[in-house]
């Protein structure tokens, strides 16, 4: 399925024609559609110069978390440790933001341009502990073909 997925994401990202900001929405409402387990697919981007993340495009439910400060909720932290962040059992995270009390686990990639830690690709999902190193590896692909078109 992630094979595919690369060349469909990737021809997404790589389209003229559409704005980055509508590229990344195309690619959230593709992940969020064809991967049975991404049930809310978004990215948060650093809010300029201030200490927090703000909202991009994203798939899924809406959320009140529009803005969330560096270190609160998984998102927040890993805009502090700029790895990733892998959460089988949101229950067991004591620094969760819970957006849904469908959300089961979550995971945050965060996304680099020339080294700087610009933002993430956030995945809540409804099933306990889906996410697999295939996830991880996906994920990680999509962020490095965003960051070839992103601009600070």
Known sequence: MFNELRTQATAILHSTGATVNERLQELCDLLKETVPHYDWVGFYFKNGNKEELKLGPYAGAPT???????????????????????????????????????????????????????????????????????DERFLEYINSEVAKIYTI
């Open 64 to 134: 009140d978390h529009t803005i969330i400060p560096f270190g609160k909720g998984i998102c927040g932290q890993v805009a502090l440790s700029n790895q990733n962040f892998v959460v089988p059992d949101v229950k067991a995270q004591d620094n969760y933001i819970a957006c849904s009390i469908t959300v089961k686990a979550e995971i945050v990639i965060p996304l680099f341009i020339n080294g700087e830690n610009i933002g993430q690709i956030d995945i809540d999902s409804n099933t306990p502990d889906p996410f697999t190193d295939e």
